[in-house]
């Protein structure tokens, strides 16, 4: 079944962003993190709290991305187990 999210304006700094500057964030942490070379928690840490900070600042409720959260935790756990 296909699923879309609706879109849910919101007067957020993260919604206020011009949607190439979102972008570009996703994929410089993408690039970032799959670099063999930058497996360094010194790095991943702020990285990771820099993306959880921007997630937080979004104000996304937890009902409009329940269901994406369980379909990770499902795949990961598959994945690793």
Request: proline share 5%; hydrophobic share 60%; aromatic share 18%.
């Amino acid at each position: 079944m296909l699923a879309t999210w609706r879109y849910r304006p919101r007067d957020t700094f993260i919604q206020r962003l011009d949607p190439r500057t979102r972008l570009l964030f996703l994929f410089s942490v993408i690039f970032a993190l799959t670099i063999p070379e930058i497996w360094d928690f010194r790095i991943i840490i702020p990285l990771f709290v820099l993306s959880l900070t921007l997630y937080f600042l979004a104000r996304i409720e937890w009902k409009d991305v329940r269901r994406a959260w369980i379909f990770i935790i499902v795949l990961v756990v598959f994945i690793v187990g």
